[in-house]
């Protein structure tokens, strides 16, 4: 039987899945209700990279090294996707965010992959 420690760092990752199915449905639906061209949306999409570049050079400091890896790969790609949402045509912004989604569900897995792995 898995740990508590475990079982909860599985629904953290499922809680990652979940959100990324979520986004790739909107993109999905294409109802797109806010301003992707706000202050506060290149902020967070700038936040993302900076932090996921910060995870991806720290990696191993806690936790195994490609834990590390993956999210900040995760967070670093999600920044960009947000970043290149503010500057590409209306047209492209289902496709980027349908991509935003399946790099977060992708994450989620391979994550509880790692989780299920390490000992």
């Given amino acids: 039987m898995q740990s508590s420690a ?5 629904g953290q990752e499922l809680v990652f899945v979940l959100l990324g199915l979520l986004l790739i449905r909107v ?3 294409g109802r797109f209700l ?3 061209k706000s202050q506060v949306w290149i902020a967070l999409g700038g936040l993302l990279f900076v932090l996921g570049v ?9 936790v195994t090294r490609w834990e590390h890896r993956v999210r ?3 967070l670093a790609l999600m920044g960009v996707c947000m970043l ?3 500057l590409a ?3 492209w912004i289902g496709a980027l965010l349908g991509t935003a989604g399946g790099v977060l569900a992708l994450r989620g897995a391979v994550m509880a992959g790692l989780v299920l792995r390490a000992k």
């Fill in 6 to 10: 475990t079982l909860i760092r599985l």
């Fill in 27 to 29: 993109a999905a639906t």
């Fill in 34 to 36: 806010w301003d992707r």
């Fill in 54 to 62: 910060r995870a991806w050079l720290r990696a191993g400091k806690y």
């Fill in 72 to 74: 900040g790969a995760s």
């Fill in 84 to 86: 290149v949402i503010t």
């Fill in 89 to 91: 045509p209306f047209g």
